[in-house]
């Protein structure tokens, strides 16, 4: 994988420099099959097919604890306000935790998002234009 591509867009991610389809395009470039986002741990993990990782942190202060209770629509309205007006991801940080989204694993091939609450909730979301 290429690290410094993966820092790259990490980076712009946490900055809220480049949306979201040129992430998952510098990412799929640099070898990445998937990620895993640890809102407990602060931390992002990038996955190659070919067992390779890399970890990034989520620096971030002041995020609230991630929310016991699971609330799926409160997590839908972030992920909307994100593709349809552009929250930078510091905000939708804020807003998933607070909606009890402990992680999540974006599966680029597999064009869809896996969000994990603390009690084994999930929701999966497609990425905009992908069908199941």
């Not at 694993?105 to 009690?119: D, I, K, N, P, S």
């Amino acid at each position: 994988m290429n690290t410094e591509l993966i820092s790259q867009a990490a980076r712009a991610t946490l900055d809220g420099t480049l949306p979201f389809p040129e992430v998952v395009r510098l990412l799929l470039t640099a070898g990445v099959e998937y990620y895993h986002v640890d809102y407990v741990g602060l931390r992002k993990t990038f996955y190659s097919a070919t067992r390779d990782l890399v970890v990034t942190p989520i620096p971030y202060e002041g995020l609230p604890s991630v929310a016991e209770t699971f609330d799926a629509p409160a997590l839908q309205a972030a992920i909307r306000d994100s593709q349809q007006h552009g929250q930078k991801y510091r905000d939708f940080t804020r807003r998933a935790m607070a909606a009890g989204v402990q992680g999540y694993f974006a599966f680029l091939r597999g064009q869809r998002v896996t969000y994990l609450g603390r009690q084994g909730d999930q929701h999966i979301e497609w990425f905009p234009g992908a069908k199941p």
